[in-house]
């Protein structure tokens, strides 16, 4: 389970270094992972085995519709298996880096199964509209939630 919002760096070379705590559940065995491109302008970064189910349904789905055919592209077209380096650092396409604008701060959110990789920019605007929302907008079933 990935959770949390950490502030990272990538090199000069558009490597991550993905933090310790995180390496052994995101590349169990040394199995690679997968980044792919978010239409709200991050990348997501999931376990292979936990990519593959996802990748598989999409895949599935009929590519007549306009709409699905543009979410197939984005989601599976930009899907790249990536391994670590010998010092916990993965290689960020930049392909990828520049759909989600990445420069050299980023943040690594956890979302349960995977990771969101957001631009500090990005990151922040997404602060901004959380703060923004009202009782009304909330989604179903955060009404009633008790922290």
Same mark, same amino acid.
């Given at each position: &389970?990935? +959770?949390? %919002? !950490?502030? $990272?760096? $990538?090199?000069?070379?558009?490597? $991550? #270094?993905?933090?310790?705590?995180?390496?052994?559940?995101?590349?169990?065995?040394?199995?690679?992972?997968?980044? @792919? %491109?978010?239409?709200?302008?991050?990348?997501?970064?999931?376990?292979?085995?936990?990519?593959?189910? !996802?990748?598989?349904?999409?895949?599935? &789905?009929?590519?007549?519709?306009?709409? @699905?055919?543009?979410?197939?592209? $984005?989601?599976?077209?930009? #899907?790249? =298996? =990536?391994?670590?380096? %010998?010092?916990?650092?993965?290689?960020?396409?930049?392909?990828?880096?520049?759909?989600?604008?990445? =420069?050299?701060?980023?943040?690594?959110? *956890?979302?349960? #199964?995977?990771?969101?990789?957001?631009?500090?920019? *990005?990151? +922040? %605007?997404?602060?901004?509209? &959380?703060?923004?929302? @009202?009782?009304?907008?909330?989604?179903? *079933?955060?009404?009633?939630?008790?922290?």
């Amino acid at each position: &389970m990935f +959770q949390g %919002a !950490i502030a $990272l760096s $990538l090199d000069a070379k558009g490597r $991550l #270094a993905i933090p310790a705590r995180h390496r052994d559940a995101l590349v169990p065995d040394g199995a690679p992972l997968v980044i @792919t %491109a978010h239409p709200h302008k991050c990348l997501l970064v999931y376990p292979l085995s936990a990519w593959e189910p !996802i990748r598989d349904r999409i895949a599935a &789905m009929p590519g007549f519709d306009p709409r @699905t055919s543009a979410f197939k592209r $984005l989601l599976v077209g930009f #899907a790249q =298996e =990536e391994g670590l380096d %010998a010092a916990g650092r993965v290689l960020l396409a930049g392909s990828l880096r520049q759909w989600a604008q990445l =420069e050299k701060q980023v943040w690594l959110v *956890g979302q349960g #199964a995977h990771f969101e990789l957001w631009s500090d920019a *990005g990151w +922040q %605007a997404q602060q901004e509209a &959380m703060l923004a929302l @009202t009782g009304d907008a909330l989604p179903p *079933g955060f009404e009633s939630l008790a922290l």
